[in-house]
């Protein structure tokens, strides 16, 4: 119990309530929660439409999944680092000057590299999901002139919100 105590009486604790808190909801709610439904549903829709690229893109999600930690630290220290990094490099050719992104964005830099290597688990199973909903429905829908967006908000989202629900516990338990 003292160990407790002390970790209330100490001043930076609600710092470091606040900092997982952002942590949680940028990487798990933002990053791979919902960047795994929208790159689950753009893999779903190219697959549909036979796009080739579609394989390679879910190749691509899937290796950063299985990327071990500290690997994935090192590959985002290479896109970040401020004087030889990818990201300045692209930044210093379209004319922009650099961004010291671990000095000062240090909180985002985070959220960014662990919602890339996340990103895999979320993509998986909404995809799976996906493909349990009938085409027939999605014809339907465009029969009646329902747009893309009204399917998606209609059909898509209440026919996954379980598994919307079940994504969103998981990575969040994952996160923390």
């Known amino acids: 119990?003292?160990?407790?105590?002390?970790?209330?009486?100490?001043?930076?604790f609600p710092k470091f309530v606040k900092n997982t808190i952002v942590?949680?909801?940028?990487?798990?709610?933002?990053?791979?929660?919902?960047?795994?439904?929208?790159?689950?549903?753009l893999l779903h829709r190219a697959n549909a439409r036979g796009y080739r690229l579609g394989s390679v893109a879910f190749a691509?999600?899937?290796?950063?999944?299985?990327?071990?930690?500290?690997?994935?630290g090192t590959i985002w220290g290479g896109i970040f680092?401020?004087?030889?990094?990818s990201l300045n490099v692209m930044l210093d050719v379209v004319g922009l000057g650099p961004i010291d992104m671990l000095g000062s964005y240090?909180?985002?830099?985070?959220?960014?590299?662990?919602?890339w290597r996340g990103l895999a688990f979320a993509m998986i199973i909404f995809y799976g999901a996906l493909n349990t909903i009938p085409d027939q429905i999605y014809e339907a829908a465009r029969m009646d002139?329902?747009?893309r967006w009204s399917q998606i908000r209609e059909i898509t989202l209440p026919a996954i919100r379980h598994v919307i629900v079940l994504v969103l516990l998981m990575t969040t338990i994952?996160?923390?």
Request: aromatic share 6%.
């Open 1 to 12: 119990l003292d160990n407790y105590r002390r970790l209330f009486e100490n001043p930076d």
């Open 23 to 41: 942590f949680v909801v940028g990487a798990a709610v933002v990053g791979e929660t919902i960047g795994g439904l929208a790159v689950a549903m």
């Open 60 to 72: 691509a999600v899937l290796i950063a999944g299985i990327c071990p930690p500290t690997l994935a």
């Open 81 to 85: 680092d401020y004087r030889r990094g």
């Open 106 to 115: 240090p909180m985002l830099s985070v959220i960014v590299a662990e919602s």
């Open 145 to 147: 002139g329902g747009s």
């Open 174 to 176: 994952l996160t923390i």
